[in-house]
């Protein structure tokens, strides 16, 4: 997304753009694009006789109208101070709810909430997460319970840089993140089965997902990672297997995509009034090279009746989930031993397996006899009835078919 944003950026700074209302909403006195903290239902530049108010000022970054503040000290600091105006222009005023999600009990700003809506206008919900604003887990030695920040503990950190550690991993009591109570998530090295067989797939836009290696040239992953938010397509550049920092242990090109039958984007689904269909949320990768020969292949553990009559009963077999959370860029984090909760008539596994965005396509697995096993592909968070924190993940009754024919087709 924010390579989208950058060039629309230096756009602007070229000169004049003719204005776009194409929205259906445009022109109706309020903006409705989201990252403006409209309702959404404009994509972004579509609205521009609504939305023009929000655009003045120096925008010169290169991560203007990105929704969140890069200016140093009060956002990112990826911005020269005066240079993100729009972005930052909320907080400078103290911040308030004039987000459409705002007072809905869920943070939505970026990276202490679901980033639905621009930084410091979702304050009600936000608030007792603020001190944890710009604060990630980019440090080596985040999530081992050692606080490696200056000034709070060894210093062999970079300040903001070890959060888990030096903030605790508690949640803020009354908000609801995508944590069960506390994170549970460790920081893992690639560098062995299972581990090595999961990689982060990087689009076009700038964003990223988690994806596993079920073949030797064929990765399994989420089919919500191929759309922005507007339900515009979002193309893969590359998967780096067991990918640490600026290493990874093998890497290649997509070379094609295969979405799962009649998978729709959330945005098209709710626009033609149409229900969630989250048992198809799956996708398979074709990759340019035969990189599971050496960074390894998880198989898939297609999921039976007697599973899920231990998975009712609460003594089925422990998971793991793994990817490449935003909070921890770069690097892979899991929670191991979380538990498998229930199987949905949807062909999806609801589970409290802590995570957040970007461990999105990444696997839940098992460990068994000769090796380890995808048991489902993680789609989404959720509110179950509007009351608790749940998670949901494709499981294996969705894909395990399908995916056996793709491999015979392609070679395993």
Not at 246 to 258: H, T, Y
Not at 293 to 304: C, P
Not at 325 to 351: I, N, V
Not at 365 to 382: I, P
Request: charged share 30%; glycine share 12%; with cysteine.
């Amino acid at each position: 997304m924010r390579a989208v944003l950058a060039m629309l950026a230096v756009l602007a700074l070229a000169g004049p753009v003719r204005a776009d209302d194409s929205c259906r909403w445009a022109r109706d006195g309020a903006c409705d694009e989201q990252r403006f903290g409209g309702s959404g239902e404009c994509a972004a530049d579509t609205d521009d006789a609504d939305c023009a108010a929000f655009k003045t000022g120096d925008n010169s970054c290169r991560w203007a109208f990105d929704g969140q503040c890069d200016e140093p000290e009060i956002g990112t600091g990826e911005c020269d101070a005066g240079r993100d105006s729009t972005d930052c222009r909320p907080l400078r005023a103290g911040g308030g709810d004039g987000c459409y999600w705002a007072g809905d009990g869920a943070c939505d700003e970026p990276g202490i909430g679901t980033g639905v809506c621009p930084d410091g206008t979702d304050i009600s919900d936000c608030r007792p997460l603020y001190a944890r604003r710009n604060h990630i887990n980019s440090c080596a030695t985040a999530f081992d319970d050692v606080c490696d920040e200056p000034g709070l503990g060894t210093g062999r950190c970079a300040a903001r840089s070890d959060t888990a550690d030096c903030l605790g991993r508690d949640t803020v009591p009354g908000i609801r993140d995508h944590f069960f109570g506390r994170d549970d998530r460790r920081m893992v090295r690639p560098d062995r089965m299972p581990w090595t067989a999961i990689g982060e797939i990087a689009f076009d836009s700038g964003g990223s997902c988690t994806g596993t290696l079920v073949g030797r040239r064929v990765v399994l992953t989420a089919a919500h990672c191929f759309f922005r938010d507007d339900g515009e397509r979002d193309e893969p550049s590359s998967f780096r297997a067991g990918r640490d920092g600026d290493r990874s242990v093998a890497e290649a090109g997509i070379v094609s995509v295969q979405l799962a039958p009649g998978y729709r984007p959330a945005a098209d689904r709710e626009e033609e009034g149409q229900g969630s269909d989250f048992g198809s949320d799956w996708a398979i990768l074709l990759l340019d090279a035969d990189i599971g020969d050496r960074a390894g292949i998880m198989a898939v553990h297609r999921l039976t009746e007697a599973d899920e009559a231990r998975i009712k009963a609460g003594d089925w077999v422990p998971l793991v989930q793994a990817g490449y959370a935003w909070d921890a860029p770069d690097r892979m984090t899991a929670h191991s031993g979380c538990r498998a909760l229930a199987l949905r008539r949807d062909h999806t596994l609801k589970h409290d397996c802590d995570m957040t965005k970007g461990d999105s396509g990444g696997p839940i697995f098992m460990k068994e006899r000769g090796g380890y096993a995808v048991v489902a592909v993680v789609t989404r968070f959720f509110r179950d009835g509007g009351a608790e924190n749940a998670y949901l993940a494709v499981d294996s009754r969705a894909f395990a078919d399908a995916l056996q024919r793709y491999l015979v087709a392609h070679g395993g």
